[in-house]
């Protein structure tokens, strides 16, 4: 099994990270390929920065298509997942409809914690366009840039925590999508509050795109 991730932007340090990420999910058996979209922003925050990284981002997808059976975009915004879809023969999967279908899986509703506010408007219509608002009780900001994640990640996960035990007091939930791809980072820094599942977008993403590779025919 071969899958393909490729990431948005242009910081090569979140690249191993996401590959790292996928890599446990999905098995010692599947072969990860995770190029990094040079011409894109060193983050993607919000729509301008998801808009100026999808030349590259499909730029990377065609030349690399070949060599796997699926491919993931490596942005929780899933920059540019329908024009991905349009132009490859393989399942391509975004990191945030992964999230949120994995977070369904644990029944009732879901909130999601995300980077800044910025990036809340963007996560709030594709839960729209996936039909998912329904089961999302609310989208957070946790105040924490995202290449903080890289650079400070025991600050950063301490600002994401706190954003993590206000949605489970407040938004009655039973799984908290974490807003980042960044973020799998952290994850052993991170606490998931009692009677509440953390989704880990890279872990989710990785883990249905083998499912889909082995389904198609």
Do not use: K, W
């Not at 899933?78 to 990191?95: F, K, M, N, S």
Request: charged share 15%; with cysteine; hydrophobic share 55%.
């Amino acid at each position: 099994m071969r899958l393909l991730i490729v990431n948005p932007n242009a910081t090569e340090a979140m690249t191993r990270t996401i590959a790292r990420g996928a890599q446990a999910a999905a098995g010692p058996d599947v072969a990860i390929t995770a190029p990094t979209n040079r011409d894109g922003p060193p983050a993607i925050q919000g729509a301008e920065d998801g808009a100026a990284s999808v030349p590259g981002l499909l730029a990377l997808l065609a030349a690399h298509a070949g060599e796997a059976d699926a491919a993931i975009i490596g942005c929780f915004d899933d920059t540019g997942l329908e024009a991905a879809r349009a132009a490859l023969a393989i399942p391509v999967l975004g990191l945030g409809e992964a999230a949120f279908l994995a977070a369904c899986l644990h029944g009732g509703r879901f909130s999601v914690v995300t980077t800044l506010a910025v990036s809340v408007p963007v996560i709030a219509e594709n839960l729209r366009r996936y039909a998912l608002d329904g089961r999302c009780a609310r989208v957070r900001a946790s105040g924490v840039p995202v290449l903080a994640l890289e650079q400070t990640p025991e600050a950063a996960a301490a600002g994401v925590n706190a954003e993590i035990a206000r949605a489970a007091a407040e938004d009655g939930v039973r799984a908290i999508v974490l807003g980042c791809a960044g973020m799998t980072g952290i994850m052993a820094r991170l606490t998931a509050p009692p009677g509440v599942r953390l989704v880990d977008s890279t872990a989710a993403a990785a883990a249905l795109a083998v499912a889909a590779a082995r389904l198609v025919a």
